[in-house]
């Protein structure tokens, strides 16, 4: 336990003394005391102690309020097409669509879809497509495209898309082989972008705005690479 000290020098004497250079043993004795009772210097001021938590301040908190987090809906697509300006159609069963033109001297245009989709109405679905169709004959060139295109990016994922089936009918048996070999060589396909994440604890709508951001930009480098590059 640390003593006092043994005079009555005052402690605003001791300073005003030592601010004269007075260095005698009576002034040092009286402000080593008091240094060690508040843990700075006495003619300095005392440090304000910062809470050592990871936990936010309440200032910080009305500041900044966190996003809050909402079941996934196709009201929040729709606010962010609004919020986008975007001419959107509404289908019952197939989502929202919006049709893009790249230029008025563009002959490509690209369409997108997007909904939700699963068992439990948590998925959000993802789809851009060109309605630039790809001859029989640049059809290993287009997978060729879309092979180096998912290398590269992981999201969205491109793919050449071409119907094998001969009917409308799903309950159909899969064409042959054969069949689709044959397909292959005389029909048109297209290509497409995709996309799909599931969310089943919801989402904040402006990180599914990012997303959504995200994805669609994405999608023009790739046109832009197919046309550019592929000829396609």
């Known amino acids: 336990m640390t003593s006092g000290p043994a005079h009555d020098l005052p402690l605003e004497e001791a300073l005003r003394r030592h601010a004269g250079f007075d260095r005698s043993p009576e002034v040092l004795n009286v402000l080593n005391h008091a240094a060690w009772?508040?843990?700075?210097?006495?003619?300095?001021?005392?440090?304000?102690?910062?809470?050592?938590?990871?936990?936010?301040?309440?200032?910080d908190l009305a500041e900044s309020p966190s996003p809050r987090v909402q079941t996934f809906t196709q009201a929040m697509l729709s606010a962010w097409m609004d919020k986008e300006g975007l001419h959107y159609f509404q289908n019952p069963d197939r989502g929202l669509?919006?049709?893009?033109?790249?230029?008025?001297?563009?002959?490509?245009?690209?369409t997108l879809r997007t909904w939700v989709s699963g068992r439990n109405k948590d998925i959000l679905t993802i789809n851009l497509v060109s309605d630039r169709r790809?001859?029989?004959?640049?059809?290993?060139?287009?997978?060729?495209?879309?092979n180096d295109w998912n290398q590269e990016f992981r999201w969205p994922r491109a793919l050449v898309e071409q119907d094998y089936r001969t009917t409308d009918a799903l309950e159909d048996s899969p064409p042959s082989p054969e069949d689709v070999a044959a397909r292959e060589e005389t029909h048109m396909a297209r290509l497409c972008l995709d996309f799909q994440i599931r969310l089943p604890e919801g989402i904040h709508q402006e990180a599914l705005e990012t997303i959504?951001?995200?994805?669609?930009?994405?999608?023009?480098?790739?046109?832009?690479?197919?046309?550019d590059k592929w000829g396609l």
Do not use: T, Y
Request: proline share 9%.
């Open 97 to 110: 669509l919006v049709d893009f033109r790249f230029g008025l001297k563009s002959n490509r245009s690209v």
């Open 134 to 146: 790809v001859p029989p004959e640049d059809f290993a060139r287009a997978l060729r495209l879309c």
């Open 37 to 59: 009772a508040a843990f700075h210097a006495p003619w300095e001021a005392p440090q304000v102690e910062s809470p050592m938590s990871d936990e936010p301040q309440e200032d």
């Open 212 to 227: 959504l951001d995200d994805i669609v930009s994405s999608s023009w480098d790739f046109w832009r690479l197919a046309h």
